[in-house]
């Protein structure tokens, strides 16, 4: 095993809460769902037979040394203009589950109380690995790249420790030094401190940005405002490198006003040796990711001091409490709170909450209201995975959380700038927006994308992953998109699948009293839609079916929400009805002719809300006909436009495409947009090509047309 000392000593079973440590809710998309090792290596070797230790005989997989970073499979890959997944898994060396296994089993050399260091560790039990237990996918990629270091420090080809020392001093005196992690965060009280990160792919979620260049997307965070930029590293499922986070630090150096002034750097990785934590600094990093999950009470110290020998605050995840145990008493100052169950790998957001309780209860304080109350704090308090949106930094800070860190959604985004200035990281931005959308016309721009008539798993996936916010099934037996409950449930399974979730979204919708208006309940309900949708929704589409048909297949499929398209009235759209909040459409009878609609559609939809709906969405309906929807004929955008000028967000709806879906945003800025035939291929099967092209020139064009606010 990699520096691994054979001593014999006894670790404190106690902790108090007196040492000063950052407490941060981590990110962890580095591991995103549990599955067989056979099921993410298809292409593993043959079992053998597990020996008691790791030896090289019994580690060393028939294929050539690949070097650990900048692999001329990946140079292609970050080269590459489109977002294609060419890193195969049989371009890299390939281990059998005894070899994994056998791997994770060596982490607990040196522990003089393996049943002690080890009581955390999935799968084992006083310190021994059932020999039944399945790894988890945390697991797989741990034991992976333990096993890919053991190769690379045996090719002759790695850097020895001693040099990357030198070098790492070097660097220092060229780069200038370390930043610390906990001062960077404090230093930023009030306003809430953001780690933005540098992902290309991830296992669950493919590819998700693989030609961005490393620097100049960590420069545009730096520019907007970012105060931590978090680089994954790992080559095989995230396509990271070396590389990507040496450019990171030399590029936002670079454009520092000064060194002390730029972002600091934090290696996403699955360390388990000093020398990646040296390597780490060799090459630029301030600060580094140990995951509880994965080490051993006793190594997890041993990293932890190995990193502040050279002055490193080392980030320390953990998601259970007796993770949280472990960090604490193996001295773990910078403590990251992982809202991602790493065996189940579903998102709880409230697990930071519930990490925050169980620190008050021991009378551990912290507070970030401002920069001098943050410094004398004993903890600062962060969070990280599964945030998106200003609401959930809202959210975290109203307990004195101090920073968060946002990866998939910021490198997904058309503009990582006005992405990260839509966070509303400082409080009075978040109160800013709040009185922007509370009162006058609507300007908060478009923010919901809505792709409709998905029939089958694989378009919703592709939707999904192109960033629709909801997804549409039709249970109206006329159309020709209609869906069986079977159809359903297999897209509901999709959509909880990519958002890691295995049960209804829940909206915190405010319940009106007699003197909410419709407007302002209205713009409430947009708050927490826009806050629940960060992980896509999936909206029934019914028209003038009954109350219990529609609570059948809530029920049945679990649906999120549910739209209707009849003639059911405001009132019908109520929660207490459909079981779930109503999506409420208006139709705009329209001139097929002329395209207009009549003097006073904007007066009757006004007149016409109720406090019942979630949301409306105005859609085109053609004079003479007695139902609305599926149209493709475009209404008059310039209703919908004084409507929101009268304070109500709207979903347009009617005739939209990719290629007139920029004109609909620039000219009417609505709040949201839904497409169902404008990107499909045949009736009820989607075109991936013309989905992804609609939902990223809604994205950019919205960028621009917030420039007109």
Known sequence: ???RPQRQRTLPRRANCTSSFVLIAAF??????????AAWAPSLLTLSSRGSSLTSSSRNPSTSVIPLYSTTEQVSVTNSTDNTMSNKQEDYPQYTPEQLKSALDGLLEGSSDPAFDGRHLFGYENGIQDSNHELSKLQAITATRILDYERYLQSGKAVQEQDLVKQMQSFWQTHGPLLNLQTVIQEQAPRMALAAEFKRASPSKGNIAVHLNAGEQAQQYAAAGANIISVLTE?????GSLEDMTEVRLTTTTNAASTSSRPAVLRKEFTTSKYQITEALANGADTILLIVAVLPQHLLKELIDHARSFGMEPLVEVHADVELEVAIQAGAKVIGVNNRNLHTFQMDLHTTEHVAEQLMAQGCTFDHSDPTAAQNSRYTLCALSGMSTAFDVDRYRNINVGMCLIGESLMRAADPKVAIAGLCLDPNDWENMRNTVGGGAY??????????GITNADDALVACQAGANLIGVIFVSKSKRCVTADQAMAVVRAVRAFGERTNRETLAVTKPTEA???ISQLISNAQALEASSRRPLVVGVFQNQSPEFIRDMVDSCGLDLVQLHGSEGMEAANK?????????????????ETGKASENAVEMILNSVTTDPLAILLDTAIKGETAGGGTGVIFDHAIAEKVQNAGLPVIIAGGLTPDNASDAILATRPWGVDVSSGVEATPGTKDHDKVRKFVERVRSAAIEASKGF
């Not at 080559?235 to 396509?239: D, G």
């Open 1 to 3: 095993m990699l520096d």
């Open 28 to 37: 962890s998309s580095l591991v995103v769902f549990v599955s067989s090792v």
């Open 235 to 239: 080559p095989r499922w995230f396509l």
């Open 443 to 452: 300007t908060a721009g478009t923010k919901l994308v809505k792709v409709c």
């Open 516 to 518: 909410t208006s419709p």
């Open 576 to 592: 207490e009805i459909c079981g779930v909040p109503a999506i409420r459409v208006v139709d705009i009878a329209t001139d097929p």
